[in-house]
């Protein structure tokens, strides 16, 4: 399969995302400046800790206590599947027959504010939920022997790229578009997209093309490893064979900070002789995308964006007044972001080899290990990012749910129900909604500075080496901070 197809059938095919109706749809008259201040100061203070931690201390931060043993329910996870699966094609219909209003018809409500904004935040909360409800594996299994072979296999060197294209295309669609929550429209883009999954399943086989191709799988299985909660294999069979850290029939349920099984896996990766650099160079580059297509769609939509493209924020045109530039400046956003890390990780790792006890470190599988520690940024932006879209939209669903064929029935006994914005007309509540994002934005920096720096001991040897390493990074997040809090309080004008 060529990239080309691929991504010809990823732009296609790429499930839409919501219009962000509601989404901060107001100005924050708070002194900004201080939360922000306060912010980038919390980040610097925890970069300079760090170099006063120790080797033993470092490898510390993230060690875990083990509380139970765990099975795969396997069986219980293939019926829970299925009925995802059965809920889905009841959104389609839903979709295809039901109201024309995105704020009334259930499946454009369901798919990007319960699922999209409240499901993603809450995997890498409360660790890998994906398994149990991702709609494909239930069907899959029924309909694939389990000991067929896959008739189609992806080289090697290919890595995450498939995946990769296909979460920019998904994200281009949801900026670029004029009417990416259509509940028609919707509905056949998700049959559509559903069925392009299900093939590539049966073609190339469940585990590698959700690892590899299914964009949102891939994102789902990195942002499971940030739970303070979830599973580890025993015994590390899995890191032996060269599999995802996931794997293995045997496991136990494993507490530690957030963040420990990416530490966990960076690890592994550290000593795998058989995954390549290029694979591990993919699998970062796949994490920064996602962060750079997060910071982008809080981007565009701000004042400082619309002035540089020469757009008047106040009489905005529309979507399709700006395709082109949304487009361009999407892909400008990724190309700048893996720029910029690829320079830090590059500048650290040869301010680390200076020195006579310095362990010789190739570079891509730097930056596909170092890549790891930036996931709990994305995550903390994700969560900020669309906290005041879920306040308003979660009303909608909930609504939607009550009576989700427009009938006015009332299964849920809301009664008469009216969704409030009243939370942004007020100083205090507006300021715990922001104190709140930016809680969340800072907490995500400096658990992306400690895992980044375990991560940098164990791959440089030496809490030393490592801080030293860190300089070009600890600066990059800094910054970083600044960005994610300005994004936060800018107002929008689209």
């Known amino acids: 399969m060529s990239a080309c197809c691929i991504t010809l059938a990823l732009v296609l095919l790429s499930l839409p995302a919501a219009a962000h109706v509601s989404e901060q749809g107001f100005v924050l008259l708070l002194p900004t400046e201080v939360y922000i201040t306060g912010g980038v100061l919390a980040v610097v203070l925890t970069v300079v800790l760090l170099g006063f931690v120790s080797d033993r201390q470092a490898g510390r931060l993230f060690r875990t206590r083990d509380l139970c043993s765990a099975h795969e329910l396997v069986r219980w996870q293939t019926l829970s599947s299925l009925l995802s699966l059965g809920v889905l094609l009841c959104l389609v219909v839903v979709g ?77 669609f949801s900026l670029a578009d004029t009417s990416p929550d259509d509940p028609a429209r919707l509905a056949i883009v998700v049959g559509a997209y559903y069925l392009f999954t299900l093939a590539g399943m049966w073609v190339c086989g469940s585990e590698l093309w959700l690892s590899r191709v299914e964009c949102f799988s891939v994102l789902l299985h990195y942002y499971a490893m940030l739970a303070p909660l979830t599973r580890k294999p025993v ?109 830090c990780v590059g500048c650290g790792l040869w301010l680390a080899s200076r020195g006579a006890d310095a362990v010789p470190v190739r570079y891509l599988r730097a930056f596909g290990i170092l890549a790891i520690g930036i996931l709990p940024i994305a995550l903390a932006y994700h969560i900020a990012h669309y906290l005041t879209a879920f306040m308003v939209n979660a009303q909608y669903a909930l609504a939607a749910i009550s009576d989700p064929l427009h009938t006015g029935a009332d299964y849920l006994g809301l009664g008469t129900f009216y969704v409030t914005t009243g939370f942004f007309n007020t100083h205090h509540t507006v300021q715990i909604i922001w104190l709140t994002q930016a809680g969340v934005v800072v907490t995500g920096h400096v658990l992306s500075v400690l895992l980044t720096h375990a991560v940098a001991v164990k791959l440089l040897g030496t809490g030393r080496r490592a801080v030293i390493s860190q300089i070009p990074l600890a600066l990059f997040m800094i910054l970083y901070t600044l960005l994610g809090l300005w994004l936060l309080a800018s107002p929008r004008g689209a």
């Open 96 to 172: 295809l027959t039901g109201s024309h209003d995105p704020l009334s018809n259930p499946l454009p409500l369901f798919i990007w504010t319960l699922w999209w904004i409240g499901f993603v935040s809450l995997q890498g909360i409360a660790g890998d939920l994906w398994r149990w409800i991702n709609p494909w594996t239930g069907l899959h299994k029924l309909i694939v022997p389990g000991n067929r072979m896959a008739r189609v296999t992806l080289p090697d060197w290919l890595g995450v790229w498939p995946a990769t294209c296909l979460f920019v295309a998904f994200i281009a």
């Open 235 to 343: 015994p590390h069979e899995a890191v032996r064979k060269n599999e995802e850290w996931r794997g293995g029939d045997k496991m136990r349920m494993v507490l530690g900070l957030p963040g420990w099984a990416a530490c966990y896996q960076a690890s592994a990766l550290r000593d795998d002789r058989k995954t390549s650099d290029a694979v591990l160079a993919s699998r970062g580059v796949f994490i920064l995308v996602v962060l750079a297509c997060g910071s982008f769609d809080g981007m565009n939509e701000t004042f400082w964006w619309l002035s540089l493209i020469d757009i008047n924020p106040l009489e905005f045109p529309g979507r399709s007044a700006v395709v082109t530039e949304t487009l361009v400046g999407l892909l400008l956003a990724n190309v700048a972001l893996l720029v910029v890390f690829g320079c």
